[in-house]
T-cell receptor, first 111, second 113 residues
Framework: DVKVTQSSRYLVKRTGEKVFLECVQD?????MFWYRQDPGLGLRLIYF???????EKGDIPEGYSVSREKKERFSLILESASTNQTSMYLC??????????FGSGTRLTVV | AQSVTQPDIHITVSEGASLELRCNYS??????LFWYVQSPGQGLQLLLK??????LVQGIKGFEAEFKRSQSSFNLRKPSVHWSDAAEYFC???????????FGIGTKLQVIP
């Protein structure tokens, strides 16, 4: 069964910390995405990557960066975590014809 | 830029009743349209998608959706709802390259006995 795995289900971090969220896919997909999900706002695209070392900003990139050193791994980095980054973070990868597979999500709380 | 509107944030239906969830999109070209479902504590699962051809699309779990270009709509329907259908439903539109998708804010479905 194809999978997108997010390394942590729950995370609690302090304001100002540098936070890494990891996502790994085993489907050899070119495209990977990071979304954040907030009540009443749906899913909003933070960053996406269409190839190794290639990345594009999504709709809300401020305060975030990403890294894709290997095809199967796409990392989201919060340079200096703030309380307004408390959210559910969803990673997805996509094959042909928008065949998205989502991870189970990481619920991040910044205190 | 593309956008998706889901006008109903919460919907409550009785088990066995029919269901229709509304979705309107804004996109200049022929859209790629999707419905996803998210059960509590889970990731998103694709219910169905429309790329071209027949405007009535069948999906998993007994769901279907109809693409109406004149109304810019892609409403999701199910003839008889089961308690296990209680979840949040997201409509989405795909655009351009890189398989990028824009999601609506979601409709939370409650099913009562």
């Amino acid at each position: 069964d194809v999978k997108v795995t997010q390394s942590s289900r729950y995370l609690v971090k302090r304001t100002g910390e540098k936070v890494f969220l990891e996502c790994v896919q085993d489907m050899d997909h070119e495209n990977m995405f990071w979304y954040r999900q907030d009540p009443g706002l749906g899913l909003r695209l933070i960053y996406f990557s269409y190839d190794v070392k290639m990345k594009e900003k999504g709709d809300i990139p401020e305060g975030y960066s990403v890294s894709r050193e290997k095809k199967e791994r796409f990392s989201l980095i919060l340079e200096s975590a703030s309380t307004n980054q408390t959210s559910m973070y969803l990673c997805a990868s996509a094959g042909q014809n928008y065949g998205y597979t989502f991870g189970s999500g990481t619920r991040l709380t910044v205190v | 830029a593309q956008s998706v509107t889901q006008p109903d944030i919460h919907i409550t239906v009785s088990e066995g009743a029919s269901l229709e969830l509304r979705c309107n999109y804004s996109y200049g070209a022929t859209p790629y349209l999707f419905w996803y479902v998210q059960s509590p504590g889970q990731g998103l699962q694709l219910l169905l998608k429309y790329f071209s051809g027949d405007t009535l699309v069948q999906g998993i779990k007994g769901f279907e959706a109809e693409f109406k270009r004149s109304q810019s709509s892609f409403n999701l329907r199910k003839p008889s709802v089961h308690w296990s259908d209680a979840a949040e439903y997201f409509c989405a539109v795909g655009s351009g390259g890189y398989q990028k998708v824009t999601f609506g804010i979601g409709t939370k479905l409650q099913v009562i006995p």
